[in-house]
């Protein structure tokens, strides 16, 4: 079968969990005597607007490098016409079965209504909130978490408040926005933002609508989509599938516990909406009180060295908390096998996050907060345990829980359900193509 990928970044330049996603398909179906192409975006600034192919590993690449902000630069980030150019383009070199397109970020309705004039069915995976929010995650510039976009007007003051000029102002003097964005909305220039937000939703609504199969990693995205209009009868769930760790190194986690003291992990970002002052927050009291366990931080600051550099500094008197800086993918197990909870105190709407799959493989119990699809991976108080949003008092709570019950980390440990493998997923995936094709 012939499969044509459609992402916004590949590997290597562009390495985040959907750019992995559409990889860990790419490789399977080559891996299994398929034709695989992938369309990409690689350079963003470049002033001329060209294709560079290449196979790498099998895998025929096509990179589109452009230049995002020439013209209109709401309008390129989900409807830009050279998109459109250089995917019809790809198409018209290969006769293919499917094109699977995995987030749409940046791709917007091109590449799924070029597919369709083609007569090429179309699957697309929905990773993350953007095709309804501009922002991807449903947070405000402020970080403040949004429900959903209830009006377009509500829509384009997030917009807005993206830009400087109206970003700090909104940091300080929250209460004053309200009251400026109360009387601002009528203006021409909040007026003309109202409209191109309507645009972009109702064209990325019938980019949505025209997918022949729309695959959602959890039911909380399936069904916010859903409360806000977006056609999700073609709608399915498929948990993501990983790639799972050797016996040994599902063991090398038991055989590390220091018997006596609780090693609370985290893997992830270093940024505010992770929430990981959450977990230093939990964890300074305990270590003050003498209770008897250790926290280690894996992760990135780049985005928001400010942030992690002042819980480093904050946290730079206890022995007991580590800041271990990345790590690269080879290193996962190692990294994960020095835990025995991991904390994921996210206060975004995660959807389905990966390490969370990662730390059940390794058999590893985990504490989430209550939110978004989280609570559907953690079962509280049966493969893990769940605390309240922004509460690190209730996180805290849930730590010692662990130390104080010493029953409850092997009851935990025994409750962790089984995790999808890349095999699950991604013949899921071509059961689709079949159904879709006809083909075998």
Not at 174 to 191: E, H
Not at 196 to 205: D, F, K, N
Not at 249 to 277: D, F, M, N, P, W
Request: charged share 25%.
């Amino acid at each position: 079968m012939k499969v044509l990928i459609a992402i916004h970044g590949f590997p290597p330049t562009y390495y985040a969990g959907s750019e992995r996603a559409a990889e860990r398909i790419a490789q399977w179906l080559v891996a299994h005597g398929h034709h695989v192409e992938v369309f990409t975006c690689e350079k963003l600034d470049d002033p001329q607007t060209h294709v560079e192919t290449s196979t790498e590993n099998g895998i025929i690449i096509h990179r589109l490098n452009y230049d995002l902000k020439a013209g209109d630069t709401f309008q390129n980030l989900y409807d830009d016409p050279r998109i459109g150019v250089a995917f019809r383009e790809v198409l018209a070199h290969n006769t293919f079965d499917v094109v699977h397109v995995v987030s749409g970020y940046l791709l917007g309705g091109q590449v799924i209504h070029s597919a369709k004039a083609a007569g090429i069915p179309v699957v697309l995976t929905l990773t993350e909130f953007w095709f309804m929010c501009f922002r991807l995650n449903l947070l405000r510039v402020n970080n403040e978490m949004c429900v959903g976009p209830e009006t377009d007007e509500k829509c384009m003051r997030c917009v807005l408040e993206d830009q400087r000029r109206f970003r700090l102002p909104t940091e300080k003097a929250p209460a004053v926005m309200d009251a400026f964005w109360g009387v601002a909305k009528y203006a021409p220039f909040a007026r003309e933002q109202t409209s191109a937000i309507t645009r972009r939703r109702e064209t990325l609504m019938e980019a949505v609508a025209a997918a022949d199969v729309v695959i959602c990693p959890s039911h909380f995205l399936m069904d916010k989509f859903k409360e806000y209009g977006y056609d999700t009868r073609k709608a399915e769930y498929l948990l993501y599938g990983i790639k799972q760790p050797s016996p040994e190194q599902r063991t090398k986690a038991l055989q590390q516990h220091q018997k006596g003291k609780l090693r609370v992990g985290y893997v992830g970002q270093i940024k505010i909406h992770k929430g990981v002052e959450l977990i230093t927050n939990a964890v300074m009291p305990l270590l003050d009180a003498n209770y008897p366990l250790t926290l280690d931080l894996w992760g990135t600051k780049k985005g928001a060295a400010a942030y992690g550099d002042a819980l480093e500094a904050q946290t730079a008197s206890y022995e007991g908390i580590k800041w271990s800086g990345s790590y690269n993918a080879d290193q996962l197990w190692d990294v994960l096998a020095g835990f025995d909870v991991l904390v994921v105190p996210s206060r975004w709407y995660e959807n389905s996050p990966t390490v969370i799959l990662e730390a059940f493989a390794m058999g590893i119990p985990v504490i989430a907060t209550r939110l978004g699809s989280m609570p559907e991976l953690v079962k509280h108080q049966e493969s893990g345990l769940l605390f309240e949003k922004d509460s690190a008092q209730d996180l805290q709570a849930q730590i010692k829980r662990l130390i104080d019950e010493p029953d409850l980390l092997p009851r935990l440990r025994a409750g962790i359900p089984g995790v999808p493998t890349i095999d699950d997923e991604v013949g899921a995936f071509y059961a689709h193509y079949q159904k879709l094709t006809g083909k075998v």
